[in-house]
């Protein structure tokens, strides 16, 4: 089966350690960015985040690297879910940042 990849750079200025903290502490937000919502799960190797997304009864496989100054993240969109690639970049571009490094620690 082909897949439709995306591939977005999220600059930030927050350095590696705090990004990766934010990221774990609001990964639970991806369950509804996609329409319908979604299932995930995710598991870290080091500063990659490994993520499978189960959304409208297809998985996309992610990765999110965290680097200093950056997080690349990399999609892979299986069948219905890849003729919504652009879309889901979109998003991706547009709220990103929000979704993935917003700050829990101070509510």
Do not use: C, Y
């Amino acid at each position: 089966m082909s897949t439709q990849p995306i591939h977005v750079d999220l600059p930030h200025k927050l350095g590696r350690t705090e990004a990766r903290r934010r990221i774990a502490d609001n990964i639970h937000k991806l369950t509804s960015f996609f329409p319908g919502g979604a299932a995930v799960t995710h598991e870290w190797q080091g500063d990659r985040l490994d993520l499978v997304i189960a959304a409208m009864g297809q998985s996309a496989e992610a990765r999110l690297e965290v680097e200093d100054a950056l997080v690349r993240v990399h999609v892979a969109l299986p069948g219905l879910l890849a003729m919504m690639a652009r879309p889901i970049e979109a998003a991706l571009r547009s709220k990103g940042s929000e979704l993935l490094l917003e700050d829990r620690s101070k509510k």
